[in-house]
């Protein structure tokens, strides 16, 4: 069993910053993928950004340059750092760890609630 717990969500006014952090309660380097995923009010869940155990990163192209995942194997934490935020980006945010490289994600934390203001 894996428990994830995201922090530092919040209320922030357009073009703000947030970091999100993800803490494991096992090594994050043992994880094959640790990703990121937001849920807003009335649509699916989808794919923010992921970062792989070989250093690997990916991102949704809508937040491509505007946010940053990274990784702390030492404090066994991932991190999203959000910059220039948008109303759009109002969601619930989600990190998930995966064991292998294919599949569906072992686990997945509580959520986090992020909120954009106007």
């Known amino acids: 069993q894996v428990q994830l717990v995201e922090s530092g969500g919040g209320l922030v006014e357009a073009g703000g910053s947030l970091r999100l952090s993800c803490a494991a309660s096992r090594r994050t380097s043992s994880f094959a993928v640790m990703g990121w995923f937001r849920q807003a009010p009335g649509k699916d869940r989808e794919f923010v950004a992921t970062?792989?155990?070989?250093?690997?990163?990916y991102y949704a192209n809508f937040v491509k340059g505007r946010f940053t995942i990274s990784r702390d194997n030492a404090r066994n934490t991932v991190y999203l750092q959000m910059n220039s935020l948008k109303p759009e980006d109002t969601a619930v945010y989600y990190c998930?760890?995966?064991?292998?490289?294919?599949?569906?994600?072992?686990?997945w934390g509580q959520g986090t609630q992020v909120t954009v203001s106007s």
């Open positions: 998930a760890e995966r064991d292998r490289s294919t599949g569906p994600y072992d686990y």
């Open positions: 970062i792989w155990r070989d250093g690997r990163i």
